[in-house]
């Protein structure tokens, strides 16, 4: 077990053993999440989504599916 301490930005490191141990990177990405008074941070392995960050800003997923999913039913009438 170690001891870290957080700093005056709410920042933490990580101790190297056990960034070694997990094999965490640079840049890699983890998800935080809290369970009753747990702190998790899950390393998250495939990169892929991170280069579709922001690429729905200023879109309606839902309103689009729901047009895509009208012009099926009119395609099939």
Known sequence: M????LSSKGQIAIPKAIRDRLGLKKDMALEISVERSLILLKPLRDGAWLGLEGS???TS???DLEAEHRQEIERDD
């Open 2 to 5: 170690a001891t870290i301490k």
């Open 56 to 58: 729905l800003k200023g």
């Open 61 to 63: 997923v839902l309103e």
